[in-house]
């Protein structure tokens, strides 16, 4: 079992929708990164959280500590947003552990 | 401010060779963490550097290293090249405690022939 797993793996919406994506970990961590990956492979970090919620434009990420999960969410969805979106966690190593990643398509 | 930069942004080489990629942070940062990216593996730590020296490492053989010099800017060397390592090699850099986000680069798409 990987130590993050992310769900889903693929999901492809309507332009306008709200868009929620899940990331579940296993291991103590000191802090977790919403990432944002578009074809050709910039990444862009989004969010970092240790604790409750926090929210940029229509980005709203959050983080439940006692039961190891993070939402990302994205409201009124726009096909600007299609891109893999990525969960990773900072472990108490200090070495960041990545989830696969969820490919996000928005159909206009 | 000037984001992270990466040079190159493409490489294309031939196996057995060497190659060196670079890094220059975000001025005044003092972290920079590499990555690998391939399609089979995902996204793998490299190494991270932190005030010239090398702070962590993952479990890649040998034939990657790097250095990070005073000025923060950091290199990384992969030696006699195999194919498998092609991917996207990316870099981060954080203003050195651990609680900080990172920004990562571009990257450097590596094409072993």
């Known amino acids: 079992k990987n130590e993050v797993e992310q769900s889903p793996q693929n999901l492809t919406a309507q332009e306008g929708e709200f868009i929620t994506i899940n990331c579940s970990y296993s291991v103590g961590i000191s802090a977790l990164h919403w990432l944002q990956q578009h074809p050709g492979g910039g990444i862009v970090s989004l969010f970092m959280l240790s604790s409750g919620k926090k929210k940029h434009g229509r980005l709203i990420a959050t983080i439940n500590i006692q039961e190891k999960h993070s939402s990302l969410h994205i409201t009124a969805s726009h096909p600007r947003d299609s891109a893999v979106y990525i969960c990773?966690?900072?472990?108490?190593?200090?070495?960041?552990?990545w989830g696969a990643g969820t490919k996000l398509i928005i159909k206009p | 401010k000037a984001g992270v930069t990466q040079t190159p942004r493409y490489l294309i080489k031939t196996r057995g060779q060497q190659v060196t990629l670079s890094c220059s942070p975000i001025s005044g940062h003092r972290s920079v963490s590499w990555y690998q990216q391939t399609p089979g593996q995902g996204l793998q730590f490299l190494f991270e550097y932190f005030s010239e020296t090398q702070r962590n490492k993952g479990n890649f053989p040998g034939r990657f290293s790097g250095r990070q010099f005073s000025n923060s800017r950091s290199e990384m060397n992969v030696s006699t090249l195999e194919l498998g390592d092609s991917a996207l090699y990316l870099c981060a850099s954080s203003p050195g405690g651990r609680s900080y986000g990172y920004t990562f680069g571009s990257g450097t798409r590596l094409t072993v022939v």
């Open positions: 990773a966690v900072l472990d108490s190593n200090y070495q960041l552990i």
